[in-house]
């Protein structure tokens, strides 16, 4: 049993060194900013990256590795050049990753964010119609008056053209929807795609099986501005790592267990 664990545990890492080495930029250009912080606890994380997502591929972003103390939870990111970061930390069993969900600024601020917003967009996203993929779950949503962006998780768990039976399609996405004549609308143009996975392709199914990734847009959205240094940026790791934040082990299969039951329920005989 443990050379089998072992040896999942390296796949796991292996999986994971190849979505780091996928988003690293050779040449990449260097500056003079910096973000430092504090890590909390320091035993859980063990690596903290900074991500520049200013390419044509936001899942390909230039990765800058920063300075990491285990005992204090202490980090520096340096060489940094100008634009907005998000930070990744290595953590066991996989990453958490920041996603800049900050929505555009209203034109102007005459109404507020409200709870029957925050209920209509997630109905919205919950049951968007099926196309490629089957299922699309919001992750986080932020928004105000005018503005909305949220973070979704969409699969594809059934067979498709070209690919292999069981093979699985896992994508992140940034949508932005805009508050219009008294409902919110996704915006057709404009949305970002943080992750892309596809099982056979990027990696074993039984690696991506058990890989755990991640988001959380407290760790997005840090903007370093004429070679400056952030210096307050200070993140508590959650006691409980669950699927609400992203992929966990096996969560893929659990959600495609549940909506295969929802579509039976759908079926009128």
């Known amino acids: 049993m443990r050379g089998e664990g072992e040896a999942m545990s390296g796949l796991v890492a292996g999986a994971l060194a190849l979505l780091v080495l996928a988003g690293a930029a050779p040449g990449a250009t260097t500056g003079t900013g910096s973000i430092s912080g504090i890590i909390m606890p320091p035993s859980r994380c063990t690596r903290v990256e900074a991500l520049l997502r200013a390419g044509r591929d936001p899942r390909k972003p230039q990765v800058f590795v920063g300075e990491y103390d285990g005992k204090t939870g202490a980090f520096r990111i340096a060489n940094l050049p100008d634009g907005t970061y998000d930070l990744r930390l290595t953590v066991p069993g996989g990453t958490i990753e920041g996603a800049d969900l900050r929505p555009d600024k209203p034109s102007r601020d005459d109404r507020e964010f409200s709870d029957e917003d925050r209920k209509e967009i997630l109905e919205k996203i919950e049951n968007y119609p099926e196309s490629y993929l089957d299922i699309h779950r919001p992750l986080y949503l932020v928004g105000n008056g005018y ?123």
């Open 147 to 269: 503005h909305a962006k949220a973070l979704v998780e969409g699969i594809r768990y059934r067979e498709f053209h070209s690919g292999k039976p069981g093979e699985q399609v896992w994508r992140v996405e940034i949508w932005l929807y805009d508050y219009h004549y008294g409902g919110w609308v996704k915006r057709q143009h404009g949305w970002t795609v943080l992750a892309r996975v596809r099982t056979n392709v990027d990696m074993a199914p039984e690696a991506f099986r058990d890989l755990m990734r991640l988001f959380d847009p407290k760790l997005g959205g840090i903007d370093v501005r004429d070679g400056a240094a952030v210096a307050d940026v200070r993140y508590e790791i959650p006691e409980h790592l669950d699927m609400r934040m992203g992929k966990t082990p096996g969560s893929i299969e659990t959600q495609a267990a549940e909506h295969r039951k929802k579509k039976e329920k759908e079926i009128v005989y």
